[in-house]
């Protein structure tokens, strides 16, 4: 019987956590709880959780620097939580390393399938091992999971590996954002389709590409992204 996974909740609302605790471990989770920004570190950095749940307005330091803080030594899925629907803060969420996104206040049914949905994201098994992909001088080797621009590696978050990974598996092709979707956070995933716009944003610019005058990644009109020429 595997582990149970790991999930590391970071509010300062108490009551909230209790209940967001209350749900998961009802559904088979272990959970482990921080209330500000610097704890939370610590704790991922200590019990290595496979997911968290991150709210960004901590006390101490906020949830973008915790993301960015626990990118550097950890793996670990990350779901952002925030009371604002505001674009700035899902946008900044995510090009610090969040997978993911909520916006509160929101249902435990909604969250606890949100995760279910993160977890079951396939790993792109269905890519031939030890391929390597060349569009100019980027080289994708998605076996490593590594990319290289011009002989210079490129650090990539998960997610931003995994988008380019379903583009690299298919060069040319025109990939509408709900089939990035479903191969990158799973079919059962539901939520704004604008998530894949700003990963691959965040993608061009680490690949030092321009959307205007696209080398790698090409936005189809009224479609989606592809990667290389047409």
């Not at 909740?9 to 749900?23: A, G, H, K, M, N």
């Amino acid at each position: 019987m595997p582990d149970p996974v790991r999930v590391l909740v970071v509010d300062d609302e108490r009551p909230l956590v209790r209940v967001i605790t209350s749900y998961l471990e009802r559904e088979g989770f272990e959970v482990l709880q921080a209330f500000d920004g610097t704890s939370a570190v610590e704790i991922a950095r200590t019990e290595d959780p496979g997911l968290l749940l991150l709210d960004l307005m901590l006390p101490g330091i906020d949830g973008i620097e915790v993301c960015r803080q626990v990118r550097q030594f950890s793996d670990a899925y990350v779901i952002i939580l925030t009371a604002r629907d505001e674009e700035v803060d899902k946008v900044v969420g995510l090009s610090v390393g969040a997978d993911d996104y909520l916006v509160k206040p929101f249902s435990p049914r909604e969250l606890i399938a949100r995760i279910r949905a993160m977890l079951r994201r396939p790993r792109h098994s269905h890519l031939p091992a030890a391929e390597t992909v060349t569009i100019g001088d980027l080289v994708v080797d998605l076996e490593a999971r590594t990319v290289e621009v011009a002989g210079q590696p490129v650090e990539l978050t998960r997610t931003e590996f995994d988008i380019l990974a379903a583009m690299a598996s298919r060069p040319r092709a025109a990939l509408p954002r709900r089939q990035l979707i479903d191969e990158v956070w799973g079919s059962d995933w539901y939520g704004d389709e604008h998530v894949v716009d700003v990963h691959v944003g965040h993608l061009r610019r680490k690949l030092g590409d321009d959307a205007a005058e696209p080398r790698f990644i090409r936005t189809v009109r009224g479609i989606g992204y592809g990667l290389g020429p047409g």
